[in-house]
């Protein structure tokens, strides 16, 4: 809204449906939940593409004009990682809805390519918004966790071998929700309390899901088990205060809320990107640990990839780049349309509002 498209501009945009039109192309592929491209950039959005996508549960998507270059950027981890992992826990959550034991070598293997990734990378930012629908969200959900999770531990200064138990069990947060009546989680509505009573049940059965898997460690477990416990005791399943929660706990707390803060539901908007940051840095020390939440605020980008903005000199542009150094745009209005320019955070030039 409020943005002229009539205007080429280069560069992908992460736009809500309403405003992308027949002449938009995909500019990120969208994956299933296991992992498979539904749709694959540089797809043009017909308008039967975009009714499928609208019934799959998408309100925005990343999209380019016809003609338009989509220039690279950094993400924290490349598509064929997302796409693995997906597939990784996708497999997790179905064994252990059979009852079956876990394929942790495949999960293992997941969690050594992102930390490859992150941990090799030392300005790298988690900076795309999410492409969840309905099918995929509790698998790319714990996906994204677990990136964002990585990336605090590391800005945290852990080890490689703790963010790797750390990664492992943001991996399989939520695993507990396979024994969840699968009717009460789809409801694209606010839940009753009864409800919000028996989802909350998913940490108590993911931790003994987790527990009783061979070889992972009983910290894993108790990520799934403490991912909901908050600093002053409001959280459950336990209702423990800070002292008790270990550090695992706290960073998948806020890596979660993070991310499900970040995701629209049918009942709730999703908030953008700086403003979860900034709930997030509210709700700390009350909710969470003040440390873990700076630690995450350095980790992701408060105007993500595709990020249409408005400047301090009235002009308006689109984030094509960021990471922990500058913020790379390029001006779709004024006098330097489509010029690029690197942000640095001692730029005279600032970001004054995100419109898109
Ligand atoms: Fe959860």
Known sequence: MGYNYGKLVKGMRYLPLSEITEEMYLARPIFSGDGKVLLSNGVKLTK?????????????????????KVTTFSAPVSDQTIRDALQGVKDSFLKAAQQRQLNLKQVNEVVNYILDEILTNPTVLYNLMDLKNHDNYYYLHSVNVSIISALIGKKLGLARDKIKELTTGALLHDIGMVCIDPLIISQPRRLSDEEMAAVREHTNFGFQLLRSARNLSVLVAHIAYQHHERMDGSGYPKGITGKDIHLYGKIVAVADSYETMTTGRVYRKALWSHEAIRQLKESAPEKYDPDVV??????????????????????????????????TIQFSSGP??????DLEPDSEIKIEERLS
Do not use: F, Q, W
């Not at 039967?48 to 338009?68: D, F, I, N, P, T």
């Not at 330097?336 to 320019?341: E, I, M, T, Y």
């Open 48 to 68: 039967s593409y975009l009714e499928r996508l609208k019934g799959l549960g998408y309100e925005h998507l990343y999209v380019y004009m016809e003609g338009e």
């Open 294 to 327: 700076e630690a995450m605020a350095s980790s992701v980008a408060s105007y993500p990839v595709g990020s249409v903005v408005s400047l301090n000199t009235h002009e308006e542009a689109v984030v094509v780049d960021v990471n922990a150094k500058k913020i």
């Open 336 to 341: 330097r349309v489509n010029a690029l320019l």
